[in-house]
């Protein structure tokens, strides 16, 4: 029983960071004051909590406390303590604890949550075992249907939101239904391990993100779709068109490219060790006969497409500090 207690909360902690990954980048609705970050904040937030409820029950029934010890403690406890100092002293005590108006990022509560965050990941995932599981061709069709299914119900919610039924928030619930049930999808065919599955699930988000992303660009946006019923930019101020500098799911221009900017040199790092670990461009016409050909092709596409978005972000800080992190990764 105690095994079987064991590793119901490992699962809960694991899925909890892995619905952590793919949803915080996708989650926005039009049934709170603001968007986009407002939301993420709060989802990042319930996750914590989730998360930090099981880890204490896991040490409860372990009957020991156990923090994993890592290289950056200093750093982060001297960034935690400058926080709170600033909070203590801060004019204006609520917009230093809960963060920016509206948004509710950059507080005390964030910044807890964000340390909290690392240390539940270093000292929990490190105790799962992580088994090998082959990439099979079929993979990828499973792939596809979990982008459908985000996109299909994505248009079911603009319908019930042209319809008014405003009495329930449906059209947050059919979002939630859709964005759950890719996740589900997705983490079907995931690769075995916990730092795999964890970039699996990040790189899933990311492709979602920059399909949602990239129609904008040419005046098709999905946003609008969702909130107004029309795919087109008309949902949006002249000031603030995604046809001059896209924004996709994030919520500014400069939120997408901090985070694509992350996640290019992932993926190509991604890319360069999966041709080299399988020998691709070692074995001859049989390369094309490779099921793991559809894999690689599959992380050229996400990392062409996503510096496409980058570039129409138009963010030139960003696009710089991505081809100083590659450039490091080719020296490495």
């Not at 204490?56 to 935690?80: A, H, N, S, W, Y």
Request: glycine content about 4%; aromatic content about 16%; overall charge positive.
């Amino acid at each position: 029983m105690k095994f079987l207690n064991l590793n119901l909360l490992n699962k809960v902690i694991e899925y909890s960071f892995y619905l952590l990954f793919f949803l915080v980048p996708l989650a926005l609705t039009g049934d709170t004051s603001e968007l986009f970050e407002f939301n993420k904040l709060w989802l990042t937030f319930i996750l914590t909590i989730i998360i930090g409820a099981a880890w204490v029950c896991k040490m409860v029934v372990k009957k020991e406390f156990k923090v994993q010890r890592t290289p950056l403690d200093i750093p982060i406890g001297l960034f935690l303590v400058s926080q709170i100092a600033s909070t203590i002293f801060s004019m204006d005590t609520h917009v230093s604890l809960w963060g920016y108006y509206s948004r509710f990022n950059g507080g005390l509560l964030s910044i807890f949550s964000y340390v909290f965050l690392y240390y539940a990941f270093v000292s929990n995932f490190k105790e799962i075992n992580e088994d090998k599981k082959d990439f099979k061709p079929l993979d990828t069709l499973v792939f596809l249907l979990a982008i459908v299914i985000f996109f299909a119900g994505t248009y079911i919610a603009s319908l019930i939101k042209m319809a008014q039924f405003n009495v329930i928030p449906f059209q947050m619930l059919v979002t939630i239904i859709a964005a759950i049930s890719s996740f589900a999808i997705f983490m079907k065919v995931a690769p075995s391990g916990i730092i795999k599955k964890s970039l699996y699930a990040i790189l899933s988000s990311a492709v979602l993100v920059v399909l949602w992303g990239l129609p904008s660009h040419f005046g098709y946006d999905p946003t609008c779709l969702l909130f107004r019923g029309t795919l087109d930019v008309s949902c949006w101020t002249t000031d603030f068109y995604p046809t001059v500098r896209i924004f996709s799911t994030l919520g500014q221009p400069a939120w997408l490219a901090a985070y694509l900017a992350a996640l290019i040199p992932i993926t190509f790092a991604l890319f360069i060790n999966f041709i080299q670990d399988k020998n691709l461009f070692q074995k001859g016409l049989q390369f094309f006969k490779n099921k793991d050909l559809i894999a690689s092709v599959g992380l050229f596409l996400l990392l062409a497409l996503a510096y496409l978005a980058l570039l129409y972000s138009n963010s030139r800080a960003a696009i710089l500090a991505c081809w100083i992190s590659l450039v490091l990764r080719l020296n490495l």
